[in-house]
């Protein structure tokens, strides 16, 4: 074994012989003494070098390492109140594993906050920085809590495929692909695979995996490639599909308060476990609070952002908004008239989550379909599903992202993928 604890066991430890490892975070030489503070993923340890008992060569060798090298370190653990740690080892032996380049493209012990553009291209030296990395580990977190509550209430991860033949969400976000001989596409979302397997029984699904979609915008919230957590459940409707939504982000923050207290600390969060049910309001009451902050807004059209705005400045907590106009919908939903079973999720004037029963009836969704523009001959692996005994269904797709970005509370959505794919950006 290369080390046989990592810095925060050692920082438990006093008079035993440890091997750590990790990254020269800083090298301060003070004449005789030399202190090497040494990184890894868990924090810190002091690495106190005295000249006369490493003898003059290695001192000198050690002392001249570059930041950001990565070492080994043999030696004994010290309790210590000299140490800013608390904690010193001293090392018999430094064993030199990889030696960092200098000058370094992205400073890691700075302060200096680099622009996120730079911070991108050098990624793996950004996430040495403990505040990027804590959203990541926020971010796993998030994503156990919701599957975790979503396993637990029987739901089946899938994987669908995410190389198709048709659009789902619209025609114009579409990535197209060589596929042999056939034009094939990057799937949107799991939408229309989600629902067939409703028609097969498997009753309650959940999926995790890479949504894409081709905005040409360049914004803070959105990506070309995100992460879309997926359910669809039978004999449900979109009540049930909202309980689900609810609990599993309830799950997702208890689990943070748990397991995740240092990394809130990193970075300034202090959330309290939001209590359920969520708030729910209707597109029309939706629309009335718009109009009362003077929005001119008209029946049937989508929330602008300066609508959204006005309503996430009476609504500072996640909150549904249900009953959508059928005509601003997708062509899946169930409609009721000239509203729909739809739903979003929303925080403050963010929103998260879009869901929905679905129209399970074949007649009626083709019917839709045609009404909405489409050729229900696209579609036929889909609407095949619908004449053999389809059961009433309901889901949602949540993009991880979106939810680790309101959760974490930082500003661009890049921050909460490691390698964000946007207008620009392919590499790395
Ligand atoms: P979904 O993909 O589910 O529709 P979304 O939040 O990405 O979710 P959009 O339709 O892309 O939805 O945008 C939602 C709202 O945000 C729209 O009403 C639109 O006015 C506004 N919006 C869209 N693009 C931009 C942009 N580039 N800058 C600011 N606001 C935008
Ligand atoms: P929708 O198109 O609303 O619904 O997408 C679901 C959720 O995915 C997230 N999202 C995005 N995140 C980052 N970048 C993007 N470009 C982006 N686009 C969408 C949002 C959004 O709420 N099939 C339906 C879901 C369903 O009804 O089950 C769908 O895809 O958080």
């Not at 002392?63 to 001293?90: D, H, Y």
């Not at 609810?246 to 969060?269: C, D, F, P």
């Not at 049937?300 to 996430?312: I, Q, W």
């Not at 062509?331 to 739809?342: I, M, N, Q, R, T």
Request: glycine share 6%.
């Amino acid at each position: 074994m290369l080390r046989t604890h990592t810095t925060k066991e050692a920082a438990q430890l006093d008079g035993e012989e440890v091997k750590v490892c990790g990254w020269i975070h800083d090298i301060r030489v003070l004449g005789k003494i030399a202190f090497i503070i040494l990184r890894d993923r868990y924090g810190f340890a002091q690495l106190t070098l005295i000249r006369s008992i490493v003898g003059k060569e290695k001192f000198k060798e050690y002392t001249k390492l570059t930041r950001e090298s990565v070492i080994c370190a043999k030696g004994k653990v010290q309790k210590t109140k000299q140490a800013k740690l608390g904690f010193e080892i001293l090392p018999e032996e430094i064993e030199v594993l990889n030696r960092a380049e200098s000058p370094l493209p992205l400073g890691v012990a700075d302060k200096v906050s680099a622009d996120l553009e730079t911070r991108i291209e050098n990624r793996f030296l950004d996430l040495r920085k403990r505040e990027v990395l804590a959203v990541f580990e926020i971010r796993s977190t998030i994503l156990q809590g919701i599957r975790e509550y979503l396993l637990n209430q029987n739901f089946v991860e899938v994987h669908t495929p995410k190389i198709v033949a048709t659009a789902t969400e619209g025609g114009t976000e579409l990535f197209p692909v060589k596929y042999f001989e056939k034009d094939a596409y990057l799937n949107q979302s799991p939408q229309l695979y989600k629902q067939v397997l409703m028609a097969a029984g498997l009753d309650r699904v959940l999926e995790v995996a890479p949504a894409f979609r081709a905005e040409e915008h360049n914004t803070t919230r959105h990506l070309n490639e995100f992460i879309s957590i997926d359910i669809e459940m039978s004999f449900a409707d979109e009540e049930d599909a909202m309980y689900m939504l609810e609990g599993s982000i309830v799950n997702a923050i208890k689990k943070l308060k748990e397991e995740r207290k240092e990394e809130m600390e990193i970075l300034g969060m202090n959330w309290e476990v939001p209590s359920l049910p969520f708030k729910r309001i209707t597109y029309d009451e939706a629309l009335e609070i718009v109009r009362k902050k003077g929005i001119d807004m008209e029946w049937g059209e989508d929330f602008s952002t300066e609508a959204l705005k006005a309503l996430g400045s009476e609504l500072q907590e996640f909150y549904f908004i249900t009953r959508w106009p059928m005509e601003i919908k997708p062509f899946y939903v169930l409609p009721d008239g000239k509203y729909s079973h739809a739903f979003d999720l929303m925080y403050g004037e963010r929103e998260i989550t879009s869901g929905a029963q679905r129209n399970h009836v074949y007649e009626s969704l083709v019917e839709v379909m045609r009404s909405k523009g489409l050729n229900p001959e696209n579609f036929e692996y889909y609407l095949r599903a619908f004449r053999y005994g389809m059961p009433p269904h309901a889901g949602w797709g949540l993009g991880l992202e979106r939810l680790v970005m309101i959760i974490t509370g930082v500003k661009n959505i890049r921050e909460c993928v490691i390698f964000p794919r946007d207008r620009t950006r392919l590499v790395p």
